[in-house]
């Protein structure tokens, strides 16, 4: 689809066909960006740091009514717990399947033509920024069965990666600017969910259940719940492992 944002001319690929078209087969053209992103750099110390602080604060909140959003911005790293070692590929499973269905950026970065080219016939002029919706290819029933609800064991089932070579699963991207955070971020989201599963058993209060639970998003540059969900926390180690160094 060729929209116009004002005079910039701009390309949304919808379908794993247009997404391997622009970020593989002509990657080389669409690889630069209208804007430019900075290259990040992490510390293992900082990390490490981070996980003792993120645990201790839940336990300190244990029992009261608390924003965990406002704790999760301090991440945390470090060796992967007994419980997501024992679920380890079930879990992957479920980390699949939610960036499936949630994935971070509804669409990729923009993408933007450094030269003039054809793409499947189409001329396409140099500076047309290209969206590829990896949300809607994500829910696509042409590439995934029952693509509305929330199966893990599909990832069970297939060998499906995330790395940006399958073109209708591609939450990092995919080609010469697909996010340099992959790995990190990957190990991020793994050891924060297994200190928290590992750490605390999570409870709905009393008249609430799984399937009251909203997972609406709100839709931007990224995405993100839009109705709180309440939990309560039980700590379920000794208190000596919650204390930060
Ligand atoms: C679950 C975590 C993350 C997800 C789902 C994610 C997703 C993405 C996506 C979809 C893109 C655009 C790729 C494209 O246009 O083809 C991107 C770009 C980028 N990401 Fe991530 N990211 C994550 C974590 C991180 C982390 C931890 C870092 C840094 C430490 C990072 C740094 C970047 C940078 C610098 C870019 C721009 C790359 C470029 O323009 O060449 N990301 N990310």
Known sequence: MLLKFGSRPVLVASSAE??????????????????????????EYIRVEERQTFISQLNSLAGKPFFLKDHLSRFSLCSMTRMVLSNKYFGEAILKETLRLHPLGTMLAPHCAIEDCNVVGYDVEKGTTVLVNVWTI??????????????????????????????????????????????????????TLANMLHGFIWILPQGMYTESISVEEHYGLTTYPKFHVHVILEPRLSSHLYSPK
């Open 138 to 191: 994500g829910r696509d029933p042409k590439y995934w069965d029952r693509a509305e609800e929330f199966l893990p064991e599909r990832f069970l089932e297939k060998d499906i990666d995330m790395d940006g070579h399958n073109f209708s699963f591609f939450p990092f991207g995919s080609g010469r600017r697909r996010c340099p955070g992959y790995s990190l971020g990957l190990k991020v989201i793994r050891a």
């Open 18 to 43: 247009m997404a391997k078209q622009f970020l593989k087969i002509h990657d080389a053209n669409f690889a630069s960006r209208p804007l430019l992103a900075e290259r990040l750099d992490s510390f």
